[in-house]
């Protein structure tokens, strides 16, 4: 497990992120993403199907964003949705992202994860002295697990409220709120400039909590996984595939006020004012609750998706999208 050596600075404890970066790189690294790899494809449909069963037709919206009825076809793949001129520059936008993340996002992970765990361990032995050097059990894996889940979340809700309240991260983050219609690609819909942004956030949130484990068992602990991925991750975000799906999974609202329910996504991309910069996490309810942004959904509740009548236009095409960000700073820098 601990292959890091020389070449890294201070402190004499290697942590876990070396762990944490072969899991990431295979991840990150993969042309397919874990998301639209088969497997997760099928767990969808097969969500959505008992959803069809259980709500006799029920619980699909079309690309308008209304809840309708409708048969077994056109519940799980609508043709007004993957006709849609939306769904067609999903498929660019992932292209183009893609390219590029394999390029800097893959180099960022590797650079910003080690350097936020040394600071972290280097940091706690400031404070506390040497390491404790705790002996590891599983539940303390678990707890590890945990953590690196709630520090995540964290993090990206940090990251995404940022995407939404300063005008020039905006004018990035309004590529993936140019949908209008909700595919399995739209989570891979972003400018390019913005992954980067989210690979760094997310590496210095688990290298965060790897230091804090590091520092602990004296580097000596890798986090609880199943099949290969965080116990938590698994167990709490397998559902995630449904965020960018036209099929509403709901949860019970008191498990909605912990988890966010792949419905809440749909709310996150609605173009109604009350719907604005709501449900910013990805994984539970805590943050959002804690910062005045969480919104449980209606059962069926109406969430036209994209950025509004006004400028929705602007953002139609593949190019437009692209050359979005560029055209807004210079509009910004002119004012
Ligand atoms: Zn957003
Ligand atoms: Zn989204």
Request: net charge neutral.
């Amino acid at each position: 497990m601990q292959e890091r050596t020389s070449d890294n600075p201070s402190p004499d404890i290697t942590g876990p992120f070396t762990d944490i970066v072969r899991r990431g790189l295979q991840v990150i690294g993969e042309n397919i993403p874990q998301d639209l790899q088969l497997n997760v494809l099928v767990l969808t449909f097969v969500i959505a199907a008992l959803i069809w069963l259980f709500r006799n037709g029920h619980g699909s919206k079309g690309a308008d964003g209304r809840a309708r009825k409708a048969g077994f076809l056109k519940f799980l793949i609508p043709r007004d949705i993957y006709t849609h001129v939306s769904a067609r520059v999903d498929i660019g936008l992932y292209v183009i992202t893609r390219l590029f993340h394999a390029v800097w996002g893959v180099a960022i992970f590797a650079i910003v994860g080690p350097w936020s765990e040394n600071l972290m361990i280097t940091s706690l032995q400031t404070i506390f002295g040497d390491s404790p050097a705790m002996q590891v059990n599983y539940g303390w894996m678990m707890l590890y697990s945990l953590v690196s889940l709630l520090f995540y979340d964290f993090i990206f809700f940090l990251t995404h409220y940022a995407f939404h309240k300063v005008p020039a991260l905006w004018a990035i983050h309004k590529v993936h709120h140019s949908a209008e219609v909700l595919t399995p690609l739209t989570r891979y819909r972003e400018h390019f400039i913005a992954g980067p942004v989210w690979i760094a956030g997310q590496s210095l949130s688990l290298g965060l909590a790897a230091g804090i484990f590091a520092f602990l068992f004296a580097g000596n602990i890798t986090e609880a996984t199943l099949l290969n991925i965080s116990f938590f991750l698994l167990l709490f975000g397998f559902t995630g595939s449904l965020r960018h799906y036209h099929v509403q999974l709901h949860y019970p609202v008191w498990l909605s006020r912990w988890l966010q329910s792949p419905a809440m996504h749909h709310v996150h991309h609605s173009y109604l004012a009350p719907h604005w910069d709501k449900n910013f996490a990805v994984i539970t309810s805590l943050w959002d609750r804690l910062f005045g942004t969480l919104y449980i959904p209606e059962k069926d509740e109406y969430t036209p998706w994209g950025i509004g009548p006004e400028t929705q236009a602007d953002y139609r095409s593949l190019w437009q999208n692209i050359s979005g960000p560029f055209r807004d700073w210079r509009a910004m820098l002119k004012r």
